[in-house]
């Protein structure tokens, strides 16, 4: 499966949960999922770390150097 990203609006919605959560089940380990939102809203970022969390994945957040965008990378944990 290919990388997939995903841009959240101003506000975090229950359909923005509700995509997020469409596609998590369909990660393999290795695939990466960017996540991408205004930085100005990142501390909305905890409701879809908190999905990320539900479904094994890994994850960091970064700021972009434009300081307008932040990004949620995730991918699944590889078993060990």
């Known amino acids: 499966m290919p ?11 229950s359909s923005d949960l509700a995509r997020l959560r469409d596609v998590l089940p369909e990660l393999n380990p290795g695939d990466h ?3 991408t ?7 909305q970022a905890d409701l879809l770390i908190k999905l990320l969390e ?3 994945l890994d994850y960091q957040g970064r700021g972009d150097s434009d300081g307008r965008t932040y990004h949620v ?8």
Not at 73 to 80: D, K, P, V
């Open 54 to 56: 539900d479904y094994g």
């Open 33 to 35: 999922l960017t996540i």
């Open 73 to 80: 990378i995730a991918r699944r944990r590889e078993a060990t």
């Open 37 to 43: 939102m205004e930085a100005a809203d990142a501390h």
């Open 3 to 13: 990388d997939i990203s995903l841009r959240m609006g101003t506000a975090i919605t």
